[in-house]
């Protein structure tokens, strides 16, 4: 434990930690640096929750002991004994101060889902006073919805992480003004053929092959496979399992009931809800409905699924990624929740159109295609104004690969790297 703890604490040797891309949820972050409230944010393994830590550890660091500071990352074997022993843990902060002889003020947990019962541990410390701040991390929706978990509430400020948002992606290759976009037009499109070819996990954008890419994409998707969903959720029958993801991950955007998929891969419709539950709780796949005024309507309509991460895709399906459209629409989806867009829906009455999303009081009419050309150009401009009409929508939008123009004073053609400038929530 000792060289475990040593290991993941190079900030104690006064040492920054060099962290190759920025992210926009540090900002949020750190407003609260100050408040005593449990930090505590969740979202898909490999994300880059682990690197927004040591960010938060960097901006400690300019007016902190780097020595009352404590790091720990619980995916660490060195810490199997304590999984199922949360008490325990007073043995990790008491064994870090016997080694730096200085009262650790500040925790960062990492994976801390791995800990079964982890919120009886912090609720007691944050009761007691015992931290400045305490701040985690968990690749688990289900993380604050357990029995102990309702007793932090009050105490704890939530954010979700998501791998790269395209514009904190070309941000990151200095691309994200208009002047740059401009300039360096023909760099601005490669990297968005990367992006929504490759996904934006964080490592992932640091590589250079494609090999390489997909090598580690295939990695992170069996890792969350295994370790998120069979291992956590129990799943006895993990080959079912596995082939309910495989073709699940190769029919992304369509429209299905539990019923259809039952059929189609001779699993039980009893195990698909349970499945595609796992899959949702890991933050691998969303699920949304038809849009309709009534909630039992949506309830009971037909459903699409979208991968968080087009990278997932790549690593399970050739013959997806062959499908601009398709790749296109589950990137807009997945940019819509970085967006803080929580209320997501499709729309199929007779037409269709891909998203309905509410801002702030205002629902907005989304269509998406590769591009928009004089074979498609009526029927997604219809479907957008059936829908438009139908809900009493004003404002719509057609994303593309990179287009635009104004097709009348309420449908506007966007490219989908300028999504922020029309869709942003602030």
Request: aromatic content about 12%; charged content about 25%; overall charge neutral.
């Amino acid at each position: 434990m000792e060289n475990a703890i040593v290991l993941h604490n190079q900030h104690w040797q006064n040492r920054q930690y060099n962290i190759a891309i920025s992210r926009d949820l540090l900002s949020n972050l750190l407003k609260f640096k100050n408040s005593g409230l449990i930090q505590i944010i969740t979202g898909l393994r490999r994300s880059g929750k682990s690197s927004l830590l040591k960010l938060y550890i960097n901006d400690l660091l300019k007016t902190e002991n780097p020595k009352s500071i404590l790091f720990i990352n619980f995916d660490d074997p060195n810490y199997s004994d304590i999984y199922k022993s949360p008490e325990k843990i007073y043995d990790i902060i008491d064994t870090a101060e016997k080694i730096t002889q200085v009262r650790i003020e500040y925790l960062f947990f990492d994976e801390i889902q791995s800990v079964v019962g982890w919120e009886k541990y912090i609720k007691s410390v944050y009761d007691a006073e015992r931290f400045k701040k305490i701040c985690i991390t968990g690749s688990n929706s289900q993380l604050l919805l357990g029995d102990y978990a309702t007793l932090l509430s009050g105490r704890y400020i939530s954010n979700n992480m998501y791998p790269l948002s395209i514009n904190e992606y070309l941000t990151h290759f200095d691309l994200s003004s208009s002047i740059e976009k401009i300039q360096h037009r023909a760099k601005l499109l490669s990297k968005v053929d990367s992006f929504w070819g490759f996904g934006s996990f964080p490592e992932v954008v640091l590589q250079e092959s494609d090999h390489i890419k997909h090598e580690i994409l295939t990695n992170y998707y069996n890792s969350i496979i295994i370790k998120d969903c069979v291992v956590n959720k129990g799943i006895r029958d993990s080959k079912s399992f596995k082939e309910l993801a495989f073709y699940i991950f190769n029919n992304l955007t369509t429209q299905f009931s539990y019923n259809s998929l039952a059929k189609a891969t001779g699993i039980n419709d009893v195990s698909i809800k349970e499945y595609i539950n796992a899959m949702q709780e890991a933050y691998m796949i969303y699920e949304i409905h038809n849009f309709s005024f009534k909630i039992k309507t949506q309830i009971k309509s037909r459903r699409k699924l979208y991968a968080i991460d087009n990278g997932l895709i790549n690593a399970t399906s050739l013959k997806f990624s062959e499908n601009k459209g398709r790749m296109l629409e589950n990137t807009v989806f997945g940019e819509l929740l970085k967006l803080g867009f929580s209320k997501i829906f499709f729309y199929n009455e007779s037409k269709e159109c891909d998203f309905i999303i509410k801002k702030h009081d205002e629902l907005i009419a989304i269509q998406v295609t590769y591009e928009l050309n004089n074979f498609n150009r009526d029927r997604e401009i219809n479907g957008l104004l059936f829908a438009q009409k139908k809900i009493g929508i004003s404002e719509g939008y057609i994303i593309t690969y990179s287009q635009q123009e104004t097709i009348n004073d309420n449908i506007s053609v966007i490219p989908i790297y300028d999504m922020i400038e029309y869709l942003s929530l602030r």
